[in-house]
DNA sequence: TTTATATATTCCTTGACAAGAATATACAAG
DNA sequence: CTTGTATATTCTTGTCAAGGAATATATAAA
């Protein structure tokens, strides 16, 4: 996993703006007005989002498009999901304590 | 998805803790031996984690042995895996828009 | 061209946090 | 009880990042 990703939704008003995203594609203001921001933090965030390369932007007229990029995510759900493996063979090790024990 | 999980595990060093944990449990001075980290510092990196509820501790003799904790890494699977949703969503707008258009 | 709208950028201040060094505490062994 | 081992804590310092305010840039509209 790479911390890029996480320093980058670590912050709440950036993991706000992921999950405002996740529902579909905003402009700044957008974002702003949903999450009662003000512009300018929010196209901070959404540029160091951006960098992350947890969004990307597109133009339409003056306002530009801000979408989540699957990437990341996946790369996130891959790394949570391969937990799981430790988490049986810890439950299989508590097992054969109580068996022995 | 709370920020406090994701804060501690957007520090580089904390990351590569959990991610021996996660092949077993360890003491302060076998993680610091391994990672190549300052006693102290390893220290106070477990007590952060502890902080956030990724790890607990049971006392051995001197030794205090940390130990992963599930629930917050079952969390943060939950959510991740939450964004398949948007993507076959988002697919199936592209699809649409291509057929349409 | 001026004016309005949408967004980005800069500067400043402040708070958080990580590392290093030194020291304190806890427990065990002799 | 002294010594050694394992861990925690404190203090200081430097860095980085977030918010506020002001301003710059870009595009559309009149």
Redesign the interface.
Not at 9 to 12: F, K, N, Q, R
């Given at each position: 996993?790479d911390?890029a990703t996480?320093?980058a939704?670590?912050?709440?008003n950036r993991?706000k703006i992921v999950e405002l995203l996740?529902g579909q594609p905003c402009s700044v203001n957008e974002v702003a007005l949903a999450l009662k921001l003000r512009q300018p933090q929010v196209s901070k965030h959404l540029h160091t989002l951006a960098q992350a390369g947890l969004v990307t932007m597109q133009p339409v007229a003056q306002q530009r498009i801000y979408t989540?990029k699957?990437e990341p995510?996946?790369r996130?759900?891959d790394w949570?999901?391969s937990?799981?493996q430790?988490?049986t063979q810890q439950l299989d090790n508590l097992e054969n304590h109580l068996k022995k024990g």
């Open positions: 996993m911390t996480l320093t939704l670590a912050e709440p993991l996740r989540l699957p995510f996946l996130l759900e949570a999901n937990f799981q430790y988490w």
